[in-house]
């Protein structure tokens, strides 16, 4: 009779846990991914830039003026700013002109970044400004 109280029990716990695990699964995962994956972006120093670092992004915004060398960009592209030693992977930066930490601009490509995290950048910075005519 013990034995049986004992398994009953046990399968109740089992079941009570499968139901916890699919009700918050979905709920913790969605939080963790709008908190989480939100604000980290690959990065460039340039659109041309080799390069590619990741990091929590501030100030998303279209420009054509790139951060370090200020070079032209030939169409706007999306731009931000990250503090230097917080970067994550290799961007033309040196902290060659003073000590670091420093607050610099980067650029942000569509094909570095993920479906998800390109379509939050773009309802923080506007609509895509390459697709305007003239």
Same mark, same amino acid.
């Given at each position: 009779?013990?034995?049986?109280?004992?398994?009953?029990?046990?399968?109740?716990?089992?079941?009570?846990?499968?139901?916890?695990?699919?009700?918050?699964?979905?709920?913790?995962?969605?939080?963790?991914?709008?908190?989480?994956?939100?604000?980290?972006?690959?990065?460039? &120093?340039?659109? #041309?830039? !080799?390069? %590619?670092? +990741?990091?929590? @992004?501030?100030?998303?915004?279209? =420009?054509?003026?790139?951060?370090?060398?200020?070079?032209?960009?030939?169409?706007?592209?999306?731009?931000?700013?990250?503090?230097?030693?917080?970067?994550?992977?290799?961007?033309?930066?040196?902290?060659?002109?003073?000590?670091?930490?420093?607050?610099?601009?980067?650029?942000?490509? &569509?094909?570095? #970044?993920? !479906?998800? %995290?390109? +379509?939050?950048? @773009?309802?923080?910075?506007?609509? =895509?400004?390459?697709?305007?005519?003239?």
């Amino acid at each position: 009779m013990l034995r049986f109280a004992f398994k009953a029990l046990w399968r109740l716990l089992r079941l009570a846990v499968r139901l916890m695990v699919m009700v918050l699964k979905p709920t913790f995962g969605l939080a963790w991914r709008l908190t989480l994956g939100r604000s980290v972006a690959y990065v460039r &120093r340039d659109w #041309n830039d !080799r390069g %590619v670092g +990741r990091s929590q @992004l501030r100030d998303p915004r279209w =420009d054509t003026l790139s951060g370090g060398a200020q070079v032209e960009n030939p169409l706007p592209l999306l731009h931000g700013y990250v503090w230097c030693d917080k970067v994550r992977g290799e961007i033309g930066h040196s902290c060659a002109h003073g000590p670091g930490p420093h607050n610099i601009k980067v650029c942000m490509l &569509r094909e570095d #970044n993920t !479906r998800l %995290v390109w +379509r939050r950048l @773009l309802d923080v910075a506007g609509p =895509d400004c390459r697709l305007e005519s003239g």
